[in-house]
């Protein structure tokens, strides 16, 4: 029932920029908490961001912070992923995640199984 689309991945060198995006269906958009994922080949799926449903609260994966940026628009039911800085490291088909669970208390929920909606992923290639 609920629908989650990425879209702008691609292939770039590295130190260029990419920004992700990721459209979502239904009307309970802004209760969800949106998370970006990565799965590298021969790699399991990483958590990459996290953002609250408000968009006041946000959190990064340790490899990606300083360089990455998740936001929401919760009119327009979609989350965006501005890559920065792009290393070889980052190439990975990136996934788009809807958490609906009510509550979390003060925790992000960083784990694959916390999530409920996915995405197809886009794949990002960043070549040396």
């Known amino acids: 029932q609920v629908q989650v689309v990425e879209s702008g991945g691609g292939l770039v060198q590295a130190g260029d920029s990419l920004r992700l995006s990721c459209a979502v269906s239904g009307r309970t958009f802004s209760t969800y908490t949106m998370g970006w994922f990565r799965q590298a080949p021969g790699k399991e799926r990483e958590f990459v961001a996290v953002?609250?449903?408000?968009?006041?609260?946000?959190d990064y994966a340790d490899s990606v912070k300083g360089r990455f940026t998740i936001s929401r628009d919760n009119a327009k039911n979609t989350v965006h992923l501005q890559m920065n800085s792009l290393k070889p490291e980052d190439t990975a088909v990136y996934y788009c995640?809807?958490?609906?669970?009510?509550?979390?208390?003060?925790?992000?929920?960083?784990?694959?199984?916390?999530?409920?909606?996915w995405g197809q992923g886009t794949q990002v290639t960043v070549s040396s």
């Open positions: 995640a809807a958490d609906s669970a009510y509550y979390r208390g003060p925790y992000f929920p960083r784990h694959s199984y916390q999530y409920d909606y």
């Open positions: 953002i609250s449903w408000s968009g006041g609260s946000t």
